[in-house]
């Protein structure tokens, strides 16, 4: 039902099933990781009103399980990517693993993937720099950009009356620079990554 993918490494898609409703996927030599990759594979869907929370664990100096909640998958969001470097000097949070005793070695960190209800997923709160910048983020960026673009070339805006001749330079009307802008975030608006086509 879900795939673990590293760069650089072979896709995991066995992973170990330590409860009906929960699996783990080993992470070897976890300190070299950056990002993890939790996807469903696509043959399995959840059952209605079901999701995936998706935890890292690792084990603390003590050898003790320390769990972190990255986010989720669903069947509308099957994938997602994770940063898991420098989640280790973070504290634990409150996870479904508590009552299994999981191997832990010193080099092996782990992903599990808990299946819980939809309105569960919606109330938790992953840890903070796990989630890879999204859609989301970069709209914003977007949306501020063409603020900030907008914005500056309207600060030389002059009437015609105001300009003086110079053969050298080109004059571009600000309604065309509104125009542009206007065009440019319905577009954003409608589809986010029109830019990629």
Known sequence: MFGCLVAGRLVQAA???VAED?????LPDYENINHVVVFMLGTIPFPEGMGG???????????IAVWQLLGFVTNEKPSAIFKISGLKSGKGSQHPFGAMNLP???TVAQIGISVELLDNLAQQTPVANAAVSSVDSFTEFTQKMLDNFYNFASSFAVTQAQ???????AF????VVLKWYENFQRRLTQNPLFWKT
């Not at 929960?22 to 080993?26: A, I, N, R, S």
């Not at 929370?53 to 100096?61: E, I, L, R, T």
């Not at 300009?163 to 330079?169: I, V």
């Open 22 to 26: 929960k699996f783990v996927f080993d």
């Open 15 to 17: 992973p170990q099933q």
């Open 104 to 106: 832990q070695t010193p």
């Open 163 to 169: 300009m003086t001749p110079n053969p050298s330079e």
């Open 172 to 175: 571009i009307p600000a309604s």
């Open 53 to 63: 929370s998706v935890y890292f664990c690792y084990p603390d100096q003590n050898g």
